[in-house]
């Protein structure tokens, strides 16, 4: 494949592999959207690729996955992101491709104080697997229930009686179909289905009565911040440092969510399809990983007869090259590296 070097005012992008066609004559806008889950990073990177070059503009609008997904086989959007795969029926009906660009960890924020002090419990709480899918399941209703005291000596004279409230996801998602995975994998008798909807997701295909319904992360962490005794689950971006449970990874270890803890179970994630996308294993066995930690893609055409496909694949280049790693792990992102970092940019040339 012919490469040249793309020329970006203000700045120059350290990324040898931004193949330019023809030259644009305008500024153009890119509009864009899908996932919520990296929508804290890739705002951020459209606002620097934006600022670094005066050909493209783009827009990211935070969806969810499923919107994302719908609206970019429409045309809606000119490229999309997405937590989650392509179900046989909702699969685009031209030439497109997916392509690693940002990981990261799902975090369960609680609001939960200590009735004596007033202090957060939040951080503090651990959860085993099979408890955290008891808890989303209905079948552990409140924050002192037995299950859970065993296994926080250090605060169980503090928990209270405080009823668990769900918050979870309305919308079709990516950070849900992952969670999903996760329960599945470790509860599959309580947790029998992967999908994007998490509503009909839950034991008995309907939400539980404690449970309350956000759209997008931030719906889910606003109803979390309202709620006394809610947990939700969201990105660590969107988490915004909020006290998020310590979550019980294969080798018995109790895992705060952070950008470091999420590299290290990523960075063992190696398992590609021809598609770009990677298989997770959610009962990796990496010492100090945190065990929900998870890959988001774009998703663009590869059959040039979309619009900007230059710049979608001077955006996604820009991404993987620069602002994956000088912006992600502020924003409590992991940026890619190694087989999954290579795989990406190999996929990007492909962009039309």
Known sequence: MRRTIAIIAGSAIAASSVALAVPAQANQTIPAGGASFPAVFIQQCAADYNGSQSNFTVTYTSTGSGTGKGNFAKGTFVFGMTDSAFTPSQLPTFGWEYVPLIGGTIAFPINLKNATTGRTLGSSIQLKQVTLAKIWGGAITTWNHPEILKDNPRIAKSLPATKITLSYRSDTSGTTNNFLQYLNAWAPTIFGKVQDDMGTAFPGGKPPANSVAGRTNAGVMANVLSTEGAIG?????????????????????????SAASGAKNLANQTNLTSEGLVQLDYKLKVKGAYPISIFSYGIARTDGKGPNGLGVRQFFDYTLAKCGPSRASALGFVPLAGKVLAKGRELVQLIK
Do not use: I, T, W
Not at 251 to 257: S, T
């Open 233 to 257: 689950y969201v990105d660590l971006g969107d988490a915004k440092g909020y006290p998020s449970a310590r979550l019980q990874n294969s080798l018995g270890e109790f895992v705060a969510p």
